[in-house]
């Protein structure tokens, strides 16, 4: 069954290092998304893409952060310069049509992100 | 965004039946329910959507009441398996596709 895949599954650095975390989405799909979701606390929304461009994305989603698609098939999250609140699992996830009625996103496992 | 109520915990015993309820009584027309669960240390995973009628899938049936301003998430017999975070998400026609999550539900299943 096609699965999401994400690198590294944990990460550590130091604060104000560059981050780069790795995602490759199913092969079909055309949207996607990022998510954290710090120790305890709820998944939040980060940014969507689509069509090579950001679609939607919140207000975690600052200047800090940026998102490419560099060759078709990866999908990354930037985070320029690391801060402590940064810690946390980052979760991609894709979808082949926007999951409003028909669609469902497929996650995958996660990246922990932790920043000392 | 349309809000929803979950409680925060739920226990079960093992192959008996779980009902999963959640409010959305500002739930638009062009709101559809969605049910996403998180196991622990996994991603989340979809689970069921429906929009007015009943809906059965291989994991689980989906409730939705008359008026739809609640909806309830049927696990006909619990595994230990199923004990995770189960949420409850409002997605709106047109919205762009992206869940919100709230705190949603953490089932416990006894053996």
């Known amino acids: 069954e096609p699965e999401v895949t994400q690198t590294p599954s944990h990460q550590v650095t130091q604060m104000g290092q560059e981050v780069i975390l790795r995602c490759v989405p199913i092969?079909?799909?055309?949207?996607f998304y990022w998510y954290r979701q710090i120790l305890g606390q709820k998944v939040e929304f980060l940014v969507s893409?689509?069509?090579?461009?950001?679609?939607?994305k919140s207000e975690i989603f600052d200047d800090q952060f940026s998102v490419e698609r560099p060759d078709g098939s990866n999908f990354t999250l930037k985070i320029r310069s690391t801060k402590l609140e940064d810690s946390a699992m980052y979760f991609c996830?894709?979808?082949?049509?926007?999951?409003?009625?028909?669609?469902?996103?497929?996650f995958g496992e996660g990246s922990r992100l932790t920043v000392l | 965004d349309a809000k929803t109520t979950q409680p925060n915990s739920m226990e079960s015993n093992e192959e008996e039946p779980v009902h999963l309820p959640c409010n959305h009584s500002t739930i638009s027309g062009t709101d559809y329910i969605h049910w996403y669960r998180q196991l622990p240390s996994q991603g989340p995973e979809y689970v069921i959507h429906?929009?007015?009628s009943n809906v059965n899938n291989r994991m689980a049936s989906l409730a939705i009441a008359e008026d739809r301003k609640s909806s309830t998430l049927i696990l006909h017999r619990a595994t230990l398996r199923d004990a995770a975070v189960y949420y409850c998400?409002?997605?709106?026609?047109?919205?762009?596709?992206?869940?919100?999550f709230g705190q949603g539900t953490e089932l416990s299943v006894k053996p």
């Open positions: 092969s079909n799909h055309l949207y």
């Open positions: 429906g929009l007015t």
């Open positions: 996830a894709s979808t082949r049509i926007i999951p409003t009625n028909t669609g469902e996103l497929f």
């Open positions: 998400i409002l997605i709106r026609y047109n919205q762009g596709g992206k869940l919100i």
């Open positions: 893409f689509y069509n090579n461009e950001i679609s939607e």
